[in-house]
Each structure stands twice: as C-alpha cells, then as structure tokens.
T-cell receptor
Framework: EDQVTQSPEALRLQEGESSSLNCSYT??????LFWYRQDPGKGPEFLFT???AGEEKEKERLKATLTKKESFLHITAPKPEDSATYLC?????????????FGKGTMLLVSP | NAGVMQNPRHLVRRRGQEARLRCSPM?????VYWYRQLPEEGLKFMVY????????ESGMPKERFSAEFPKEGPSILRIQQVVRGDSAAYFC?????????????FGPGTRLTVL
C-alpha cells in the first residue's frame, strides 16, 4: 500500500524566512509525485509533478525536489500570500488506475 | 477555459436523506475522479470514472454510495441514507487522459453537512 507522510504538520514563518517542507513516501514503483496547494474552503491547486529521483522544478518562490524516498518543497523568501496547506501525493504502479495517495499536508502560515 | 465545476458548494442533509453531488470536468477532459476529505485527514480516493464506465471504485464504500458519469451531463456522486459520518468535503478532479502520470485538476469541492 502506498503511503505518504508530510512534515511538519504546521509551519509558521516570518516573511522572507526561507524553509522546506518534507514529503516522505513508500510506493511500489513511483510513477509520479505531485505537489498541490490548498487554500481554506477551496480545492487543491496543482503546482508540480516530479517523475524521477534528481528531478527539480521551480515556480516563483517554490522549488520541488525528489529523491528515491522523499520530496522537498523549498520556499524561498516567502510572502504572506504563500500561506496555505501544501499537499503531497504519489502515484504508484499498484495504486490503481491513476489513483493519487495523499499525505495530510503541511499548513504554512507566513506572517508579515 | 473554465476549470472543474462542482455543485452545490454546500449541502445540508438530515440523517436518512439522499445527497447528490455534481461534477463537470474541464473542457476536453474525459476522466473524472472523486475524493473525500474528512476533518484532520488527507484526501482519500473514492472512485474513477470515464464516460459511461466505472474504472476503479476500490475506495468507495460498498453500501449507500454510487457514482456515474453519463454520456451527456455531469458526473454524479450519490449518497443514500446519509449518516453523520458522511459529513466531509467531496472533491472531484479531472484529467484529459488516463495515462500513468496525467495531472489531475481539482474542483472547489462540495461541503456536505449531515445533521
């Protein structure tokens, strides 16, 4: 069974204070690792897909990296508008047709 | 280009009533997925559908829950005889193809409250 663990559960940063969110996963044959952002009362918003160890992707202040056991979402010089819950999900060989297995998320709060 | 649309956004039902949740995928997408998010828990896969076909319903409770995606119209997630434990946010996602790593795009969700 695919498993995803995200840490920390919650993170409070000052504006401009860079940090990283962790996503550890166990999967039989990783087909893809996905990062989403979710604002309160809204649906998850797609950020990145990573396919293989060593891959990196960037978007504005966010950078996602992938190893064989975990992924990091690095946030550089965050702003208050980056406050949200960040979700990590994996798709594995035995998880069914395109099924995503999600972690519980990291709630990020960036203070001005 | 409109995103995934879900309605209603909020739904209140009394125990024993039926709940119908609707999902219209993004234009050009023919694959629909339903997920449930319980308080303090992550999103859990329920069912995956293509037009007129249920492909994978392994995450859906065997009783009271059903889903369809007809040739015309939105996908429907139906919950019969709702109980308080069904209170949750239900999200629909869509993708253009069911290739192994096709990105799923999510709708805004339906918040179901069972009184």
């Amino acid at each position: 069974e695919d498993q995803v663990t995200q840490s920390p559960e919650a993170l409070r940063l000052q504006e401009g204070e860079s940090s990283s969110l962790n996503c550890s996963y166990t999967v039989s044959g990783l087909r893809g690792l996905f990062w989403y952002r979710q604002d309160p009362g809204k649906g998850p918003e797609f950020l990145f897909t990573l396919y293989s160890a060593g891959e990196e992707k960037e978007k504005e202040r966010l950078k996602a990296t992938l190893t064989k056991k975990e992924s990091f979402l690095h946030i550089t010089a965050p702003k208050p508008e980056d406050s949200a819950t960040y979700l990590c999900a994996v798709q594995g060989d035995f998880s069914g047709y395109s099924t995503l297995t999600f972690g519980k998320g990291t709630m990020l709060l960036v203070s001005p | 280009n409109a995103g995934v649309m879900q309605n209603p956004r909020h739904l209140v039902r009394r125990r024993g009533q039926e709940a119908r949740l609707r999902c219209s995928p993004m234009k050009g997408h023919s694959h629909v997925y339903w997920y449930r998010q319980l308080p303090e828990e992550g999103l859990k896969f329920m069912v995956y559908l293509q037009k007129e076909n249920i492909i994978d319903e392994s995450g859906m409770p065997k009783e009271r829950f059903s889903a369809e995606f007809p040739k015309e119209g939105p996908s429907i997630l139906r919950i019969q005889q709702v109980v308080r434990g069904d209170s949750a946010a239900y999200f629909c996602a869509s993708s253009p193809l069911a290739e192994s790593t096709d990105t799923q795009y999510f709708g805004p969700g339906t918040r179901l409250t069972v009184l």
